[in-house]
């Protein structure tokens, strides 16, 4: 199954939803193509907020993931997203060397210019509008989109916590697939009373 995940790098959620989604990527022969958000460009934060300068880095960060997409290395920007990810969500960093992580993953460490290149930013707002065209504005990160008895169709979410038990885990998928797939189904939701627990994650 071809599965698109749009993805922002600083967000924690949207980081633990990617973890559960490639647990079970294997299990349920599922094709992850991953596309970009940037929250930067959505919420469009002040100078002065603290969100500011963690979601413009992660702009610049995305800008490399569709300088490697445009050299036809699609299929690698899930290992790349995971390495921005470990450092950001485990290291706490996000000043971090995006040349060498290109070079340790086998990608040109040229990629790495197009941090400060906005020549990028019209795929990357080409693509976080095909997103948030299937699931509206009111909505952040993760979105998911997989084809469906009518077409394509998107969700926000889910929104999740903590890794889970393996079958808990394929579980949860094939209940997301039956909620995205029923006509009519747009919305469940409760308070969110925690962040996310990285130390569930395993690499």
């Given at each position: 199954?071809?599965?698109?995940?749009?993805?922002?790098?600083?967000?924690?959620?949207c980081w633990m939803t990617s973890r559960w989604i490639v647990s079970v990527a294997e299990d349920r022969d599922?094709?992850?193509?991953?596309?970009?958000?940037?929250?930067?460009?959505?919420?469009?934060?002040?100078?002065?907020?603290?969100?500011?300068?963690?979601?413009?880095?992660?702009?610049?960060?995305?800008?490399?993931?569709?300088?490697?997409?445009?050299?036809?290395?699609?299929?690698?920007?899930?290992?790349?997203?995971?390495?921005?990810?470990?450092?950001?969500?485990?290291?706490?960093?996000?000043?971090?060397?995006?040349?060498?992580?290109?070079?340790?993953?086998?990608?040109?460490?040229?990629?790495?210019?197009?941090?400060?290149?906005?020549?990028?930013?019209?795929?990357?707002?080409?693509?976080?509008?095909?997103?948030?065209?299937?699931?509206?504005?009111?909505?952040?990160?993760?979105?998911?989109?997989?084809?469906?008895?009518?077409?394509?169709?998107?969700?926000?979410?889910?929104?999740?916590?903590?890794?889970?038990?393996?079958?808990?885990?394929?579980?949860?998928?094939?209940?997301?697939?039956?909620?995205?797939?029923?006509?009519?189904?747009?919305?469940?939701?409760?308070?969110?009373?925690?962040?996310?627990?990285?130390?569930?994650?395993?690499?």
């Open positions: 199954m071809k599965v698109e995940f749009w993805v922002d790098p600083i967000c924690p959620f599922l094709e992850i193509e991953w596309q970009p958000i940037s929250l930067m460009f959505k919420n469009n934060p002040p100078e002065d907020s603290p969100f500011y300068e963690p979601t413009l880095r992660t702009l610049h960060l995305l800008r490399v993931m569709e300088s490697a997409r445009a050299a036809g290395h699609g299929d690698r920007l899930g290992e790349l997203y995971t390495e921005f990810g470990r450092r950001i969500h485990h290291d706490e960093q996000l000043d971090f060397d995006v040349a060498q992580i290109l070079t340790d993953l086998g990608l040109d460490a040229t990629h790495a210019e197009a941090l400060d290149d906005d020549s990028f930013d019209l795929p990357i707002h080409e693509r976080m509008d095909e997103g948030l065209a299937l699931v509206g504005d009111d909505v952040g990160t993760p979105i998911i989109a997989v084809d469906g008895a009518a077409g394509r169709v998107g969700l926000f979410g889910p929104v999740i916590t903590s890794m889970m038990p393996h079958e808990a885990a394929l579980k949860l998928w094939d209940g997301f697939v039956l909620m995205a797939d029923t006509p009519g189904f747009f919305e469940l939701k409760r308070t969110r009373a925690d962040g996310p627990d990285m130390s569930t994650i395993t690499f």
